[in-house]
């Protein structure tokens, strides 16, 4: 097995982290520390778990916050959950966890008040972020791995879940109600589910979206930005990026990700999933270098005239630069654009940009991607496996989640009790259109495989971009690599490894649906 690197996008920010609430802790919140010797009430911990507490000084003052609640507490799972039975059936055991090895400090911390409601410690077991895949790899096939629970890239779901390496979720998710039906339905079945059983939380919700800079466009529309109309399809944005690609010396009109790999294949998957283009057909064949496919290339083809210098080298960390930093005047990426944008210490475009509805192609759909972000799951060969799923369900709750999002940390919520809260919606710009459009959204297949699969698509991608070869010739040449890929998984040998009419609910939620808009 090659060595694939973590494909993070938060690992180049000095304040990321690997969990929820400890990203908040090297984002340089001060979670509280709670002693492990004797429990206290769990109310009374759980108080301390709060705006006041978790959400960075300097946010809570930027935007006024009262302390009200970002989220639901009829939905945040750690406020309905019983401790009192957590800790009669499970206090005195011990979760390992796997963690990348530059977040084991804060995760420690930030784990403290889960020592605290349940009584199970959390022995932390550090793997270098470099080498995640390959030494999870390594122990799952060893049939003793050292960790019980783990969080990682969600396309890997398939690599693992495939083989049986995880555990099942399902009766644990019953017993303890964790809030499923409140997940959007893309998170739950594509960063969840795999073979129609549970093996995964969601964890870090991604949705890519188009931002915009306000004041750029208001000169070139003579008005305010509509959200739905001023740009409606990629058509024209492909016209407005050259309008504001000559508006001011600097500036370019259009940011997106071009860099070789699964960067390319995101922003491919991106517009394409607008024509309608979907990757397979139902025997797993790939389909995607047909029209629908060629109408998302030639799109990029046509933006990248108009797109900053180094756009065919840039993965996120180039991307967020340029975008927070003034260099474009239009952006394709992560929501995380939006919201980390509204903070004065990471954006020089505060208050001058706004997040629109995923522009259409003429014979398409709406149908904004979410593809990347990660899961939390329980090995199968975990010692301590409920208590490992009950680690992982403080980690992901909606309350913790919602102050990630305030804190514009990069990980993001999945919940609609989150995304609909009126509060929250004031410390994230995106978020209204964000959660509206996940009720459309579309996703790529978890596969086994489907990393090398992002990748061998990308790489032709940015060879067309360059101008290497055609648009067709790169999808053509993907088409026949990712059939490789399939087969070497397991595909077209007449039991393949993935149910298609399992995994086809959650490649696109939207059929059928009311726009909203």
């Not at 499970?90 to 530059?102: C, K, P």
């Not at 998957?269 to 057909?281: K, P, T, V, W, Y």
């Not at 065919?312 to 967020?320: I, K, S, Y």
Request: include cysteine; hydrophobic fraction near 40%; charge should be negative.
């Amino acid at each position: 097995m090659s060595k694939l690197i973590k494909p993070t996008r938060r690992s180049f920010l000095k304040t990321s982290a690997a969990l929820g609430a400890t990203s908040a802790i090297s984002s340089g919140l001060a979670i509280p520390a709670m002693a492990g010797s004797h429990l206290k009430d769990p109310s009374t911990i759980l108080n301390d778990i709060s705006v006041a507490k978790y959400v960075r000084q300097d946010y809570q003052d930027l935007y006024k916050m009262s302390g009200e609640p970002l989220w639901d507490p009829n939905k945040d799972w750690i406020r309905t959950v019983d401790w009192d039975q957590v800790r009669q059936e499970l206090s005195g055991t011990t979760v390992r966890f796997a963690v990348g090895a530059a977040d084991a400090e804060s995760a420690k911390a930030g784990l403290a008040p889960f020592e605290a409601l349940s009584g199970i410690t959390v022995e932390l077991v550090p793997i270098p972020d470099d080498s995640m895949y390959d030494k999870v790899l390594a122990e799952f096939i060893s049939g003793n791995a050292s960790f019980d629970a783990l969080q990682f890239f969600s396309p890997w779901l398939g690599d693992f879940a495939a083989p049986g390496f995880l555990h099942e979720l399902d009766d644990f998710a019953e017993k303890w109600a964790l809030p499923l039906d409140d997940f959007y339905d893309t998170y739950s079945m594509n960063y969840g589910f795999f073979n129609g059983k549970m093996y995964g939380i969601p964890f870090d919700c991604d949705i890519q979206m188009v931002h915009v800079r306000k004041g750029y466009m208001e000169q070139i529309l003579g008005g305010e930005v509509d959200v739905v109309n001023s740009i409606p399809t990629y058509d024209e944005l492909i016209r407005v990026s050259g309008e504001l690609n000559r508006i001011e010396p600097g500036v370019s009109g259009v940011g997106m990700m071009a860099a070789p790999g699964f960067w390319s294949t995101y922003t491919w998957e991106h517009i394409s999933a607008q024509a309608g283009m979907m990757l397979f057909d139902d025997n797993w064949e790939p389909i995607f270098n047909g029209d629908e496919g060629m109408k998302g290339l030639d799109t990029i083809l046509q933006l990248a005239k108009n797109a900053n210098e180094g756009h065919a080298g840039a993965g996120w960390p180039e991307n967020r630069a340029a975008w927070l930093g003034g260099q474009v005047a239009t952006n394709i990426s992560w929501q995380d654009s939006g919201t980390q944008a509204m903070r004065p210490d990471q954006s020089q475009i505060v208050d001058d940009f706004v997040t629109i509805y995923e522009p259409r192609i003429e014979g398409g759909r709406f149908a904004p991607p979410n593809i990347a972000g990660s899961t939390s799951c329980v090995a199968a060969s975990a010692q301590n496996a409920e208590g490992a799923f009950l680690m992982l369900g403080f980690l992901t709750t909606a309350s913790i989640m919602a102050m990630n999002e305030a804190n514009a940390n990069g990980v993001a919520p999945g919940y609609r009790s989150v995304l609909t809260n009126e509060e929250l919606r004031k410390v994230s710009q995106p978020a209204k259109i964000w959660g509206e459009s996940l009720e459309h959204a579309w996703c790529s297949p978890r596969l086994p495989g489907a990393f090398p699969i992002e990748q061998a698509i990308g790489n032709e991608i940015n060879r067309a971009v360059v101008g290497q070869i055609t648009g067709q010739e790169a999808l053509d040449n993907a088409a026949a690599a990712v059939r490789t890929i399939m087969s070497e998984n397991g595909f077209y040998q007449g039991n393949d490894p993935v149910d298609y009419a399992a995994a086809e609910p959650g490649l696109y939620v939207g059929e059928g649906k009311p726009l909203p808009f």
